[in-house]
């Protein structure tokens, strides 16, 4: 029998002003020190209710770690690059790349875009991008539950993005009282974000609702446990992250994630010399799309 996970921290995060102006509201939903949060960096929901034609958004660095996009409504990019609602790409941004975001109309738009850290071994590997579009992510239906998998293997499906840090990144959708069981590895690190509804959580029944954050305990051991989920009367709609603790400290400032220090000053020193290609230009091979 699989163990039961159960939720060890519980909060919700503080809505804030969000860097592109007015109608940008953005959400820090992973809090805590990298080392309770390990592999997961970074969690931001952004919500943009923007009203104008103006631009927003544009190129900047990264290096050092991936980015993981979940588009959750409208769209983002241009004409060379554009996602929709249910789209996902996870860009491993490695040695550094130049990357671009754009906003270019009024648009109602909500992502969840996570930084999630690089094994120490491929902290500076050669960047690539994987992008999967919503109707080809696999999909499970069952007893009223649509479990969308991002990244990662769970109830016998399986994901084609390929992972430097075992990740599981699900999008779960319950119908009102409809009840579920998931199976991560027992020494994952995981958590819930609810977008809608709430949902309870294991035979205690932790109530975790709209908004809030739900962290699981974390085990010994590479066996799958189990999370027992059942949806209040409105049904609910959250997100799964679950993924393996790398162990290893990191360095983070500004764009850039390193292992000192030294990295950083590095990394901006060869920004500004321009040797950061855009990622737009890596190796076709080193564009996935599924």
Do not use: C
Not at 68 to 75: A, D, I, M
């Amino acid at each position: 029998m699989a163990n039961q996970r159960k939720i060890e921290r519980l909060y919700t995060p503080t809505e804030q002003p969000g860097f592109l102006g007015a109608g940008h509201l953005a959400r820090p939903v992973i809090q805590g020190s990298f080392a309770q949060t390990d592999p997961f960096i970074m969690l931001m929901d952004d919500i943009l209710d923007k009203k104008d034609n103006e631009p927003a958004g544009g190129p900047h660095p990264h290096a050092g770690f991936e980015t993981v996009t979940l588009l959750l409504e409208g769209s983002i990019g241009d004409e060379n690059h554009k996602m929709k609602a249910g789209d996902f790409q996870m860009m491993t941004a490695g040695s550094g790349i130049i990357h671009t975001e754009t906003i270019e109309e009024k648009t109602r738009m909500r992502l969840l875009q996570l930084w999630l850290t690089l094994p120490k071994k491929h902290r500076w590997t050669t960047p690539r991008v994987q992008d999967m579009f919503n109707e080809h992510v696999p999909v499970s239906n069952t007893g009223g539950v649509q479990l969308k998998l991002y990244s990662g293997s769970m109830s016998g499906l399986q994901s084609p993005v390929k992972n430097y840090v075992p990740v599981i990144i699900a999008e779960v959708n319950m119908q009102p009282g409809s009840e579920s069981k998931l199976d991560i590895p027992s020494n994952f690190n995981a958590f819930i974000y609810v977008l809608q509804g709430e949902v309870s959580i294991g035979d205690e029944k932790r109530l975790v609702k709209q908004d809030q954050v739900g962290w699981f305990d974390i085990q010994y051991g590479s066996q799958l446990s189990e999370i027992k989920v059942q949806a209040g009367i409105t049904g609910s709609r959250f997100v799964l992250y679950a993924a393996q603790p790398q162990g290893d400290a990191i360095v983070s400032h500004g764009p850039f994630i390193g292992d000192s220090s030294e990295d950083i000053v590095r990394l901006y020193k060869e920004f500004r010399q321009g040797k950061m290609q855009h990622i737009s230009t890596v190796d076709e091979e080193l564009k996935m799309k599924y």
